[in-house]
């Protein structure tokens, strides 16, 4: 079917703009044109404008704009590999999510060992603890949002096991996009050991993660609409 800007604007409910945006941004096929100069777009533009749609929410713009150039290109396995690998990196914040709740629920880190001395780690070591790579922790310090010791002889930072606590919490807010000053004052709450407006946002950044979840469900569920439109993807397994 031949489809013009107005027809599929109305259907998707978005703005002609807005398709003429996604052409400019090459992720969508040029489209024809008639005598008087007006687009004119077909079934697989179509295709391509709903799957742009429905992958935006759960896999970000950018990600989204890789993965139809790479379909134009009939780059397939390059294009699933891409959303593999948001939906990868979904799975592990979830895990950490659940691995915060469950440290916020038993306040088990404690910062003296039997002997009473404080326990120190590396910033190493706390990376390794948390997953969260040792750049960004350096770089939640410049913000504010932690305060390592330094150690008096190397003056490298050392952190408490508290401070572990802290970069859960900070890793999961990021990931449920709260803002720098709302995670301050959480951390705050936390440093006067008034933890249950944390366990509470950490329960919420699991509902956000549920919804991102199955939003990506329903961009590969179009994508693979788009797959087949272009008969690029065996239907028939």
Known sequence: MKYKPIEIARALQISTNSLRNYENW????PPERMANGYRIYTDV?????????????????ELTKKV???LQNEELADALWLVNQAQSKLHNDKVMADKTIKILETDSLEDMDVRGKP????????????SV????????????????????ESGYR?????????????????????SLDIIK????????NNIEQARKIARNSITYLNKINQNQLKGAYFLYRLCEQLKIIDSNG
């Open 26 to 29: 090459g992720i969508v096929p």
């Open 45 to 61: 533009h179509l295709a391509y404008f709903k799957c742009i749609r429905a992958m935006f929410p759960g896999y970000g713009v």
């Open 68 to 70: 139809m150039i790479h």
């Open 119 to 130: 326990k120190w780690l590396t910033i190493g070591e706390v990376s390794n603890e948390t």
């Open 133 to 152: 790579p040792s750049s960004a922790i350096r770089h939640w310090e410049k913000e504010g949002l932690i305060t390592p010791s330094r150690d008096k």
């Open 158 to 178: 050392i952190y408490k096991r508290s401070h572990i606590r802290q970069i859960m919490i900070i890793r999961t807010l990021r990931t449920a996009v709260y």
């Open 185 to 192: 004052e959480i951390i705050k709450e936390l440093d006067h």
